[in-house]
């Protein structure tokens, strides 16, 4: 079974930038599709992005298309989300997820879930 680890969460001011890297072990991981998930104080855990195996196929929520850019490595084992002129909306907690299916709109649901990593941004 794959496990996840996050990282590169913090604080920032509003119109900064953060990369946050999702790294996993296990060889199979390049096959899967990979998702980035947040979740507010007292929100329901929500997609924020995600990448299919070959990083051919993205999905962005509406709220962060043009401002969040999913990629990975499958070389290094890992995939990130650069995250652009933040909001103080997008404070969360993030996570990474994986789907064994590697296509993002097949069959099956993400699972695996890193610990998560802090994102605060302020205003």
């Known amino acids: 079974q794959v496990q996840l680890v996050e990282s590169g969460g913090g604080l920032v001011q509003a119109g900064d930038s953060l990369t946050l890297s999702c790294a996993a072990s296990?060889?199979?991981?390049?096959?899967?599709?990979v998702g980035w998930f947040r979740q507010a104080p007292g929100k329901e855990r929500d997609a924020v992005a995600a990448?299919?195996?070959?990083?051919?196929?993205?999905y962005y929520e509406d709220s962060v298309k043009g401002r969040f850019t999913i990629s990975r490595d499958n070389a290094k084992n890992s995939v990130y989300l650069q995250m652009n002129s933040l909001k103080p909306e997008d404070t969360a907690v993030y996570y990474c997820a994986v789907k064994v299916a590697g296509e993002i709109y097949s069959g099956g649901s993400f699972g695996s879930w890193g610990q998560g990593t802090q994102v605060t941004v302020s205003s």
């Open positions: 990448i299919n195996w070959s990083g051919e196929d993205t």
């Open positions: 296990g060889r199979a991981f390049s096959s899967y599709a």
